[in-house]
């Protein structure tokens, strides 16, 4: 788990440099497709083009394609809708879908990932809740869009990793996965980006460097190397372990105002969640962690 960890803190900053020095100035098309260029070129040099099964290149880019393109085409967009609030309330449903997906596709259910990642759900819910606005309902389907996208992508990596085995390191054929994020944001940001709003300053031009070598390259390689070491509850859980650690690094550098009593109660049954994951089995001295359909 400590590669998700990682990756949370890593992600927990990049999205206070994106809401303080992107956010509204840059145009979040064009903010993608940066990232994801420059996260392309740092794997290029090492991915291996020939001598690899054609369904695992192939699976490589669609799960590119759908936890990084469309999740993030689709999250932008859901912005012309949603307040913030309701943006950050409505991606905690992530952890449900990627148990619900990984039961689906190995063909069982799964008793124990479910009810942890419930009671995480419940722990985010109590950090983030907000009023909701009247209008909300095609804000929420594009983001339920992005996040199911999302869950699809880590799922799916980890299952082609254990299908398609190889005598090669994941990160000399990870450039499919950004690959595939190129075939779904470029023509997104031809058809929806604003050529106005490019960078203008070298302030905005290095965090989107570092958004896109550190936090898209690095951080997207070590997430889903991480998701292949781990159950499905725990990725589940992870996911929503952003939602506390974001609170945290925002007002410990940026001052944000946080509500401690919610981060506290919120973050408590976060953690909760984890152990019962983890005892789920010991309590109800369960043999089989699922049962097969």
């Known amino acids: 788990m400590i590669y998700l960890s990682f990756v949370t803190v890593l992600w927990a900053v990049s999205f206070s440099l994106i809401g303080v ?6 145009d979040g098309y064009f903010a993608v497709l940066t990232r994801i260029v420059l996260a392309g070129l740092l794997f290029l040099p090492f991915t291996r083009w020939n001598g690899l099964p054609n369904r695992l290149k192939g699976g490589i880019t669609l799960v590119g394609s759908l936890q990084f393109g469309i999740t993030y085409v689709c999250l932008y967009q859901s912005f012309l809708y949603l307040s913030v609030p309701e943006v950050l309330l409505f991606t905690i449903f992530t952890p449900l879908y990627v148990t619900l997906i990984d039961d689906l596709m190995n063909r069982r259910f799964t008793l124990a990932p479910l009810v942890a990642t419930a009671i995480a759900v419940i722990g985010a819910g109590v950090i983030r809740y907000k009023d909701l606005s009247d209008d909300f ?3 929420f389907l594009l983001l339920q869009v992005a996040n199911i996208a999302f869950a699809l992508g880590q ?7 254990k299908r398609y085995p190889v005598d090669l390191p994941a990160w000399r054929f990870f ?11 470029l ?18 031009w290095g965090v989107l460097s570092w958004l896109g070598l550190v936090a898209s390259g690095l951080g997207f390689y070590l997430w889903n190397k991480g998701a292949c070491l781990v159950d499905a509850g725990t990725l589940g859980i992870m996911n929503n372990a952003l939602v506390p650690t974001g609170l945290i690094v925002n007002f410990t550098i940026w001052n944000r105002d946080v509500d401690w009593l919610r981060l506290a109660i919120g973050g408590g049954i976060i953690i909760l969640s984890l152990v019962v994951n983890a005892l789920w089995n010991k309590w109800f001295h369960l043999d089989d962690k699922a049962v097969k359909a």
């Open 187 to 204: 023509p997104a940001f031809l058809v929806f980006g604003n050529a106005d709003k490019l960078p203008s300053t070298a302030l905005q």
């Open 21 to 26: 020095y992107l956010a509204g100035q840059v």
């Open 175 to 185: 450039g499919y996965f950004f690959l595939g994020a190129l075939l779904v944001v």
């Open 155 to 161: 799922v799916g990596y980890a299952n082609l990793i």
């Open 137 to 139: 309902v095609t804000g």
